[in-house]
Antibody, heavy 120, light 108 residues
Framework: QVQLVESGGGLVKPGGSLRLACAASGFTFSDYFFSWIRQAPGRGLEWISSISYSGTDIWYADSMQGRFTISRDNSKNSLYLQMNSLRADDTAVYYC?????????????WGQGTLVTVSS | EIVLTQSPATLSLSPGERATLSCRASQSVTNYLAWYQQKPGQPPRLLIYDASDRATGIPPRFSGSGSGTDFTLTISSLEPEDFAVYYCQQRSGWPPVSSFGPGTKVDI
């Protein structure tokens, strides 16, 4: 069955960096676009970034551009999110999600999320 | 940037009743709109995409309608497991961007 498992979250100081990973299984990873979406505690969902099959096309929300970098390694069935210059308002659960179909931005499978806490 | 507004913020209903949730976009998204259900401690679950197509495994009591700027999610007869938060989501433009509405909580 389709499984997405995020890792790499934790407590980080303001200004610090983290690299999140998402391990995929149960399907052909390279056949899908992927995205990162986050949810601050008690708040709604916020789209961060998406990446195409091979990683040649990448898109970011304007507010994330420059601090966050999405990437993927199809040989390892893995998706990544490098986060730099973290701020308190980056505190959230970060989800990786699979695209329903080419570039649809409809997310049909989600991981359970990994919590990132930015605090001194 | 397209902003999605959802109403009402909270919908208090009983099992067996009909739920009607609204999502309005600040400009046209044609039919590039999805609906998700989220329960506490769980990731969202895709219910509807392209405004009216049910995702795999979603029961027929869930239906979506609308186009342009006004969309509706209808749950024809609420089951106990349907009490949750519902989000609408749009994709638009090129390069493509996406955003979610603030959510509607359906509770008892």
């Amino acid at each position: 069955q389709v499984q997405l498992v995020e890792s790499g979250g934790g407590l980080v100081k303001p200004g610090g960096s983290l690299r999140l990973a998402c391990a995929a299984s149960g399907f052909t990873f390279s056949d899908y676009f992927f995205s990162w979406i986050r949810q601050a505690p008690g708040r709604g969902l916020e789209w961060i970034s998406s990446i195409s099959y091979s990683g040649t096309d990448i898109w970011y929300a304007d507010s994330m551009q420059g601090r966050f970098t999405i990437s993927r390694d199809n040989s390892k069935n893995s998706l990544y999110l490098q986060m730099n210059s973290l701020r308190a308002d980056d505190t959230a659960v970060y989800y990786c999600a699979r695209d329903l179909r080419y570039g649809s931005y409809y997310f049909d499978s989600w991981g359970q999320g990994t919590l990132v806490t930015v605090s001194s | 940037e397209i902003v999605l507004t959802q109403s009402p913020a909270t919908l208090s209903l009983s099992p067996g009743e009909r739920a009607t949730l609204s999502c309005r976009a600040s400009q046209s998204v044609t039919n590039y709109l999805a609906w998700y259900q989220q329960k506490p401690g769980q990731p969202p679950r895709l219910l509807i995409y392209d405004a009216s197509d049910r995702a795999t495994g979603i029961p027929p009591r869930f239906s979506g309608s609308g186009s342009g700027t006004d969309f509706t999610l209808t749950i024809s007869s609420l089951e106990p497991e349907d009490f949750a938060v519902y989000y609408c989501q749009q994709r638009s433009g090129w390069p493509p961007v996406s955003s979610f509405g603030p959510g509607t909580k359906v509770d008892i």
